[in-house]
């Protein structure tokens, strides 16, 4: 079965310097990977996805993620946080499930991003 | 397009009232879902339908109930109310059924206090 682990729940970084948050999956087969944002009282927005094609991944708002396969890991990296930046980040893994074979995403347990000024 | 759209924004019920949470999208897509997302727990898929007529149940269904009897409308159905049913529910969208990799779609969300 696939699971998603998000490292720490709450991230705090000062506005300009490097924002990671980490993700480690596991999957019996390859993985499609995607990194969604939810801003407060919104709903969830895509940032960026991995579907097999490039290992690193550029997404919206300058954010990228690196596949790494013999880490397992989908870690969302950004050079210089900007005090917008500010949300819930959730990793997710897609898989194959129920009768119809349709693809189901599962999520992480979410980080939230504080930026300090 | 408004994209994905969920009513009521807020809704408050006492143990035992039955409700419906409204999901529209205008994107014609085939797959639409239902999540609760709950602190510390990420989003949880109650249930998901791949076309009008087609439902399946996700990891977390009981207690509701869905129907799809257009591609457009999806609506959850909360039978009997009950506390632990208090939570934030996320109505999604994409294209396709068994391309997976496409992305999903989310509404707004509706915030659920059952007392």
């Known amino acids: 079965a696939q699971s998603v682990t998000q490292l720490g729940s709450h991230v705090s970084v000062s506005e300009g310097a490097l924002v990671l948050l980490r993700c480690n999956y596991s999957s019996s087969v390859p993985p499609y990977l995607f990194w969604y944002v939810q801003y407060p009282n919104q709903g969830l927005q895509l940032l960026l996805k991995y579907t097999s094609a490039a290992t690193l991944v550029k997404g919206i708002n300058g954010f990228e993620a690196e596949f790494k396969k013999s880490e397992t890991s989908f870690h969302l990296t950004k050079p210089s946080a900007h005090m917008s930046d500010a949300a819930e980040y959730f990793c997710a893994v897609s898989r194959y499930y129920g009768s119809s074979n349709t693809g189901k995403l599962i999520f992480g347990q979410g980080t939230t991003l504080q930026v300090k000024p | 397009n408004a994209g994905v759209t969920q009513t009521p924004k807020f809704q408050v019920l006492k143990t035992g009232q039955s409700m419906t949470l409204q999901c529209a999208q205008d994107m014609n897509h085939e797959y639409m879902s239902w999540y609760r997302q709950d602190p510390g727990m990420g989003l949880r898929l109650i249930h998901y339908?791949?076309?009008?007529?087609?439902?399946d149940q996700g990891e977390v269904p009981n207690g509701y109930n869905v129907s799809r009897s257009t591609t457009e409308d999806f609506p959850l159905r909360l039978l009997s109310a009950a506390p632990s049913q208090t939570s934030v529910y996320f109505c999604a969208s994409r294209e396709g059924g068994v391309r997976s990799y496409n992305e999903q779609f989310f509404g707004p969300g509706t915030r659920l206090t059952v007392l």
């Open positions: 339908s791949v076309g009008a007529g087609i439902t």
